[in-house]
């Protein structure tokens, strides 16, 4: 199972030098359960977020068992894209893509697209980069997946950590976009509250610049490891949680996602609460009653 090749991994990378870009990737490939290879990974064991069985969708190009590039999505035990000076990391967890997940730890393809999946457009994606007036709202290559879940008691809404890195930075003026769309609403921009996705003379300041290839990745730029937050729709019971990133414009020059922590969290109206609502007593009630409770003690040792 892929769950055990994944906790090999751990231990066998566990033992070499951190300067490894892409930990202990395992490519899904033909005879692999996508999904559950995925949300084993993705989805924090006890975090709150349950994924409802027979509710999942995955649409992505499996590998072929053959030629490595062809497989567009897979699991990993770690991060670590380091230049010897800087490092963007994460823990274990999914990378979709929208060409090939195996992702080199070099950056010596001036156009990376080794793969074309074929997988088709997507209308989610589409919309948002009509909402934001993209340049072109045409999808190509995506790769999803898609599930209800049910959150915890006191949960609010679903945490989730991402790198995003794009062959199209930095000079490339249609580029692909990421998504996470949770109860149909997409919680997915970067600390500047654009999309995810590189906007040529806009949002360049969100990404770490590798057109020069010091990082041990292929991607030209890449994001810090970010956080985001998606509030569920209160009013239901069970949610839909979809993950994509599609190619835009074109089939070429590739994107990757990787994804890390799903869990669920409670934030209140201003974002600043990560923790289910406590349910002990009020501190000052509480302190009330533990006074009144020693008073009581002591007039019984009196009495006594």
């Given amino acids: 199972m892929k769950l055990r090749k994944l ?6 990378v566990s033992s070499f030098s951190a ?22 990974s993705l989805v924090v064991s006890g975090g709150g977020v349950s994924v409802i069985s027979g509710t999942e969708t995955f649409v992505g190009a499996i590998g072929d068992g053959i030629d490595s590039d062809t497989a567009q999505s897979g699991i990993f035990s770690g991060v670590n894209i380091t230049d010897g000076a800087s490092t963007v990391s994460m823990g274990q967890g999914a990378v979709l893509t929208s060409g090939s997940a ?28 009509v909402d934001a007036g993209a340049p072109s709202s045409e999808t190509n290559d995506v790769n999803y997946i898609e599930f209800d879940f049910t ?46 996705s590189f ?26 490891n970010l956080n985001l937050i998606g509030l569920v729709d209160e009013t239901l019971t069970e949610h839909t949680l979809k993950i994509a990133i599609a190619d835009t414009s074109d089939t070429i020059f590739d994107s990757g996602v990787f994804l890390s922590n799903l ?6 109206n201003d974002g600043g609460v990560n923790n289910p609502p406590s349910t002990d007593v009020d501190e000052p ?4 009653l533990f006074l009144s409770g020693l008073g009581l003690m002591m007039r019984l040792r009196r009495r006594n």
């Fill in 151 to 196: 959150l915890g008691a006191g949960f609010n809404a679903i945490s989730l950590d991402f790198i995003f890195g794009s062959d199209e930075f930095p000079d490339q003026g249609v580029t692909d976009v990421f998504g996470v769309f949770v109860d149909g609403v997409n919680y997915a921009f970067f600390p500047d509250s654009s999309l995810v």
């Fill in 102 to 129: 195996n992702i080199p730890d070099t950056n010596t393809a001036t156009a990376f697209a080794p793969f074309f999946p074929g997988t088709g457009s997507d209308a989610d994606l589409s919309a948002i980069l």
């Fill in 263 to 268: 869990t669920g969290i409670y934030t209140d």
């Fill in 285 to 288: 009630l509480g302190a009330i």
């Fill in 19 to 40: 300067n490894a870009g892409l930990l202990g990737l395992d490519l899904i490939e033909t005879g692999d359960d996508p999904i559950a290879d995925i949300t084993d």
């Fill in 7 to 12: 906790c090999l991994s751990l231990l066998i």
């Fill in 199 to 224: 906007v040529q003379g806009a949002n360049a300041s969100n990404f770490l610049d590798n057109s020069g290839g010091l990082f041990d990745i292929e991607y030209d730029g890449f994001s810090q």
